[in-house]
């Protein structure tokens, strides 16, 4: 990387603090740049060529983060809101100093997978119309679901605007009997992410989705472990798998 960027955003991006504690520490001249004590942190410094040490140990700068979200239902998938919570205001500060933006959205009432970071070229890929990006859901779905509903979607439904989707891949997990008030349990598969696609594609078959639940994007599967509302780093191996599905279209 040739670029350089403020030592104050960098040591945020690294863990240091917020930006008023990294203030208060660099006045405390324990911030070195290449041998000398800074207490500016306005410099600009370039990561790749310059030495930065914090109380005498090295700093290691990375420009990207990649989270992993179970998004909880009543919170908005973008990065501010004058009204609802956002995704990012469910994030520590040390996280949400880098800027990380939710890679699509899921509805409001919508739970589950989300990935949010701020790696531009990664998040246009993973949204490109083109890539097709199989993306899973669990749903509960008012009264029957049927065969039929798993042939037409197989062939592709036509939307309320007219759209027709792609081939999708419904399973049902549990058929339910409308008479005993009982849901159908689906998982559902797509290629494509129009505006509440799951839900409208139920509706072009007269059916509801009253709980609807993204568990897998790509090669990233939903950790069944993450609460909702919480949220990890990706490991090595998911983000390996993320950018090699990218780099390869094997996406698609
Ligand atoms: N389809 C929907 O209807 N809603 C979502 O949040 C995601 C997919």
Same mark, same amino acid.
């Not at 790749?48 to 420009?63: L, S, W």
């Not at 990664?122 to 993306?135: F, T, Y």
């Not at 058929?175 to 992410?193: D, F, N, W, Y």
């Given at each position: 990387?040739?670029?350089?960027?403020?030592?104050?955003?960098?040591?945020?991006? *690294? #863990?240091?603090?917020?930006?008023?504690?990294?203030? !208060?520490?660099?006045? *405390?001249? $324990?911030?070195? /740049?290449?041998? !000398?004590?800074?207490? @500016? #942190?306005?410099?600009?410094?370039?990561?790749?060529?310059?030495?930065? *040490?914090?109380?005498?140990?090295?700093?290691?700068?990375?420009?990207?983060?990649?989270?992993?979200?179970?998004?909880?239902?009543?919170?908005?998938?973008? *990065?501010?809101?004058?009204?609802?919570? =956002?995704?990012?205001?469910?994030?520590?500060?040390?996280?949400? =100093?880098?800027?990380?933006?939710?890679?699509?959205?899921?509805?409001?009432?919508?739970?589950?997978?989300?990935?949010? $970071?701020?790696?531009?070229?990664?998040?246009?890929?993973?949204?490109?119309?083109?890539?097709?990006?199989?993306? =899973?859901?669990?749903?509960?779905?008012?009264?029957?679901?049927?065969?039929?509903?798993?042939?037409?979607?197989?062939?592709?439904?036509?939307?309320?605007?007219?759209? /027709?989707?792609?081939?999708?891949?419904?399973?049902?997990?549990?058929? #339910?009997?409308?008479?005993?008030?009982?849901?159908?349990?689906?998982?559902?598969?797509?290629?494509?992410?129009?505006?509440?696609?799951?839900?409208?594609?139920?509706?072009?078959?007269?059916?509801? /989705?009253?709980?609807?639940?993204?568990?897998?994007?790509?090669?990233?599967?939903? @950790?069944?472990?993450?609460?909702?509302?919480?949220?990890?780093?990706?490991?090595?191996?998911?983000?390996?798998?993320?950018?090699?599905?990218?780099? $390869?279209?094997?996406?698609?």
């Amino acid at each position: 990387m040739k670029q350089t960027i403020r030592l104050e955003k960098l040591l945020a991006h *690294t #863990g240091h603090g917020t930006r008023s504690e990294i203030k !208060r520490m660099m006045k *405390t001249g $324990t911030v070195y /740049v290449n041998g !000398r004590s800074v207490k @500016d #942190g306005g410099i600009q410094v370039n990561p790749d060529q310059d030495q930065i *040490t914090v109380n005498g140990v090295g700093v290691r700068y990375r420009e990207f983060i990649y989270l992993m979200l179970n998004k909880p239902q009543g919170v908005i998938s973008a *990065t501010e809101d004058s009204r609802d919570r =956002t995704v990012i205001d469910l994030l520590a500060a040390e996280y949400q =100093t880098f800027e990380p933006f939710p890679v699509g959205r899921l509805d409001k009432d919508t739970e589950g997978l989300l990935l949010l $970071t701020n790696d531009g070229k990664l998040a246009h890929n993973l949204l490109s119309p083109r890539k097709h990006v199989p993306k =899973t859901y669990f749903a509960e779905v008012e009264g029957t679901v049927t065969d039929e509903d798993k042939n037409a979607f197989a062939a592709g439904v036509t939307l309320d605007d007219g759209y /027709v989707t792609m081939p999708a891949k419904l399973v049902i997990l549990r058929s #339910g009997e409308p008479a005993a008030g009982e849901v159908s349990k689906i998982e559902l598969t797509i290629m494509e992410g129009k505006f509440h696609q799951v839900k409208r594609m139920f509706q072009s078959v007269g059916k509801k /989705v009253v709980f609807l639940k993204r568990i897998s994007m790509g090669p990233l599967l939903l @950790d069944e472990y993450l609460e909702a509302g919480s949220y990890r780093e990706l490991t090595a191996e998911e983000l390996k798998e993320l950018q090699q599905a990218n780099n $390869t279209s094997g996406l698609s």
